[in-house]
């Protein structure tokens, strides 16, 4: 479940035994990610997936 408090993103996780905890959370806009992805290592599968994607999402 996610939450907005005081202009913050928070997300409750679930914990062990049913209990839960509230832990920030980030949105990185499309062009983020897309800086994020160009300058990962590319010899890494999910790097190089995520590299692909964002140069599709930018060509479409």
Not at 9 to 23: C, F, R
Not at 28 to 38: E, F, M, V
Not at 46 to 60: E, G, S, V
Request: aromatic share 8%; charged share 20%.
């Amino acid at each position: 479940m996610l939450l907005i408090k005081q202009n913050k993103l928070v997300k409750m996780v679930e914990l062990g035994l049913g209990t839960q905890s509230e832990i920030e959370d980030i949105i990185l806009s499309r062009y983020a990610c897309y800086l994020i992805a160009q300058n990962a290592d590319t010899r890494k599968k999910y790097c190089f997936r995520a590299n692909i994607f964002c140069l599709l999402i930018l060509i479409l």
